[in-house]
């Protein structure tokens, strides 16, 4: 594992100010790996960091992030369980001498922070493995990354270029990530035709691939696309607050309720108008540059139009403006 003992555990999470016996941890970070790291990274790449006997200094930088994830994982997982005492004769709110049991706004708050913690440094882990992918050959040859790689946007950091109010919460793009997916098969696709589409599917899974300023345009709008058109999809299925922040249920000492329905209508307007418009912008950047040797499969498919001579770019009417554009 990446944590093995409780000095290791202590190391990452700190303030811990008690006695903490493995035996009561191992379980956590066990299951926090299985659950977190592993899908995050691939087996590959946690074997070979479990094996490590002088990692390199990106390896170290690496591990210095994953242990802090696992560990504040495991605390997520370990919290519920720590707050009672279990034995043949039940469970029982465990109340040790000169302690008292915590309060219900004190476990909110701490169960905030530490799924916050959680959330940052397995972010922070996969943007570290983007940044130095030269360094992890095992990770770019692994299923984890071409299966992801495939995908127009494969992680928090990509959802939150093409959209901003993401803000790299791993939680909420986990929540999502299926329609953008479905956003990027159903739709994506049938702009792009199914061949321009796959050829751009199968360089994105290659670590190697490098893109031309045209085709980087294109994948910025696409991006820009799915990541809007997903989240309108997931809109009406996600509890979420003021904040962004997926809410698992109304707590009656820290406010939480979803968003109002006056503010939930206008950022999915927003977002249908920006996938809307995001959606014009490629079709148009594609007609206009697309040629038998730039964008040769969107050229040669049944997608492709000639773009109209003389067109001038400007406002677009709408009955909600209070004036006509010719």
């Known amino acids: 594992m990446l944590i093995n003992d409780i000095a290791a555990l202590k190391a990452q999470i700190g303030g811990v ?29 946690y074997v070979e960091l479990i094996g490590l006997t002088t990692p390199t ?11 802090a994830a696992t560990a504040f994982f495991a605390y ?15 469970m029982v709110v465990s109340t040790p001498a000169n302690t008292a049991v915590l309060t219900k706004w004190m476990y909110v708050a701490v ?15 996969l943007q570290w493995l983007e940044t130095h992918a030269a ?12 299966v992801n790689h495939g995908r127009l946007i494969s992680s928090a950091t990509e959802w939150t270029t093409a959209f901003p109010a ?28 199914a061949e321009f589409y796959t050829a751009l599917a199968n360089r994105l899974k290659l670590a190697s691939s490098t893109f031309t300023p045209k085709e980087a345009k294109v994948l910025a709008l696409c991006r820009k696309f799915v990541a809007n058109s997903g989240f ?18 109304t707590d009656g000492i820290i406010n939480e309720d979803e968003l109002d329905i006056n503010r939930l209508n206008a950022v999915l307007k927003t977002c249908q108008d920006a996938a809307t418009s995001a959606a014009r912008e490629l079709t148009d950047y594609l007609n206009a540059n697309a040629s038998s040797t730039v964008f040769p499969d969107y ?20 009955s909600s403006n209070p004036f006509f554009v010719l």
């Open 299 to 318: 050229f040669a498919s049944d997608r492709y139009r000639v773009p109209v001579v003389g067109r001038t770019p400007g406002f677009q009417n709408d």
């Open 135 to 146: 360094s992890f050959p095992t990770w770019t040859a692994s299923s984890a990354y071409t």
């Open 76 to 90: 997520l997982e370990n919290m519920p369980f720590l707050m009672t005492a279990t034995g043949d004769a039940g």
């Open 232 to 249: 309108v999809d997931a809109i009406p299925f996600l509890n979420l607050n003021a904040d962004f922040r997926i809410v698992s249920e």
């Open 166 to 193: 993401a803000k790299n919460s791993r939680r909420l793009y986990l929540s999502v990530r299926g329609y953008l997916f479905n956003a990027e098969d159903s739709v994506l696709q049938t702009i792009l035709g």
């Open 57 to 67: 200094s990106a390896q170290q930088a690496l591990l210095d992030r994953l242990k």
């Open 17 to 45: 100010q008690k006695i903490m016996a493995w035996p009561t941890w191992e379980p956590a970070v066990r299951q926090s790996e299985q659950k977190y790291i592993i899908p995050a990274i691939g087996q590959e790449l």
């Open 111 to 125: 169960l905030k922070d530490i799924t916050a913690k959680a959330d940052f440094w397995l972010e922070d882990s």
